[in-house]
């Protein structure tokens, strides 16, 4: 008889990571012709093997390009990725720049499956290829395969309040979960827990989903509780102590933590469908649906949820699609990504426009941006205006409506301007690949 998810103690701590490394049946490389291949929390690979990041401190808000990357093939989180030819790279921001970005191949490992780091300012991570083997990554190199650990599936860690130290914890293929601390010179097994499928904790609590699709919550003082009111999950996080589970018809589920004892029969709000599976940052869930595109929940100061704005969400909002400007067959790079609003796309002030022969100023004061070109045997002078302030916009000293509520937009410090309208102004031809998620902009 299969017996009961068990309460689990490691350490005298609860089993789990605070934010486990992005693995997850989320991360498998796609092979279905959608846009986007493989995501984590923070980055995305596109089908054309380019790579985008977005989200932290003096981050991009929305998905935007690393440029000189078209062979990327599986984003592994923590600033790490792996190539078509099987290397692990990592990239980090340019001393003094803030748009340029340095990269550097990991030396030592092949076919790396995640990436977990646990030590960012000493650059030690732990790396999983796809023969289970575990390696310690440290200042650019990959050490030999821990020895006492191999065919495993997936890593997380957590603090242990107890003995001031970081856990690890490894889920192996054939379903048993062992445990060590930073030394990894020890792994003991965790017989407490049987046939769980997905396991997660922030630290208080912890939630299981088991092989037959039942959820359970515990924490360091009550036994496991199964829930009755939700069945057939896959996935299940916690994050900003709420419960958040996905489940094989594709719901996505949330129910708050409450001070007293929760229920077996507590409800939880559906929030979405169509979900297919979910990658957890350390306050945010980003997940995908069937159709491919990204969406994301939950804490969104840093622009973590890849939406633009800021704000913290209990509802679901879309990551912006990943998309690519290429102006006269050249690649164009930008400082943060396109953003569309309102069945446009905005792009910053001064991404383009000045490689399509614009002056463009801004004056601070009035909060008015300039765009001017001069006239051109094909063509007469333009000067557009674009008023922050009263969103207005004038053309060649013309009041024009545009096609949406604003004609400007802010992100992250960040100006935005549409870019359809502004191309065809200055005689462009705009043509957008919805496939490949590119527009092409031919001038003359």
Excluded: C
Excluded at 408 to 415: D, K, P, Q
């Amino acid at each position: 008889m299969k017996k009961p998810l068990a309460f689990l103690i490691l350490s005298g701590f609860l089993i789990g990571g605070l934010y486990p490394s992005p693995q997850s049946d989320a991360f498998a490389v796609a092979d279905d012709g959608k846009l986007i291949v493989s995501y984590d929390a923070s980055s995305l690979v596109k089908k054309d093997g380019t790579y985008w990041i977005w989200g932290g401190y003096g981050m991009p808000s929305v998905p935007t390009q690393l440029h000189g990357i078209a062979d990327a093939k599986q984003a592994l989180g923590n600033r790490y990725f792996s190539k078509t030819d099987g290397t692990l790279w990592h990239w980090q921001k340019s001393q003094g720049s803030s748009n340029d970005y340095e990269m550097r191949e990991i030396e030592g490992i092949r076919e790396p499956l995640e990436v977990l780091e646990y030590s960012e300012s000493g650059g030690r991570a732990l790396a999983l290829d796809h023969d289970g083997n575990v390696f310690r990554l440290n200042n650019g190199k990959a050490g030999a395969p821990l020895y006492g650990i191999d065919r495993v599936k997936r890593i997380t860690s957590y603090s242990d309040p107890k003995f001031r130290k970081d856990m690890f914890v490894f889920l192996k293929h054939d379903g048993t979960v062992w445990r060590s601390d930073s030394s990894f010179t020890n792994f003991a097994q965790a017989t407490e827990v049987e046939e769980a499928a997905h396991v997660d904790t922030d630290g208080r609590s912890s939630v299981a989903a088991d092989n037959d699709g039942g959820l359970w919550y515990w924490d360091s003082s009550s036994a496991p509780l199964r829930f009755k009111s939700v069945k057939n999950v896959k996935e299940v996080y916690l994050v900003n102590r709420s419960i958040l589970a996905i489940t094989q018809s594709g719901d996505f589920l949330q129910v708050a933590i409450p001070s007293e004892p929760l229920k077996a029969n507590v409800s939880f709000k559906r929030w979405d469908t169509g979900v297919t599976g979910a990658v957890k940052g350390e306050n945010h869930l980003i997940l995908q649906k069937a159709d491919g595109t990204l969406w994301g929940w939950g804490a969104n100061d840093h622009n973590e949820l890849g939406y633009g704005d800021g704000w913290n969400r209990l509802v679901t909002v879309p990551v912006h699609a990943p998309i690519e400007i290429v102006l006269n067959g050249e690649s164009i790079p930008l400082s943060n990504g396109v953003m569309t609003r309102y069945g446009q796309s905005f792009v910053p002030l001064r991404s383009v426009f000045e490689k399509l022969g614009a002056e463009v100023t801004w004056d601070g004061q009035a909060k008015v941006a300039t765009l001017a070109r001069d006239a051109t045997t094909t063509s007469e002078p333009v000067v557009m205006r674009f008023n922050f302030k009263t969103l207005g916009v004038t053309l060649n000293d013309v009041p024009v409506q545009l096609p949406s509520p604003a004609g400007v937009l802010s992100s992250n410090g960040s100006t935005y301007l549409p870019l359809r309208f502004i191309s065809e102004a200055f005689g462009a031809k705009v043509e957008w690949v919805k496939t490949d998620g590119k527009i092409l902009i031919e001038m003359a």
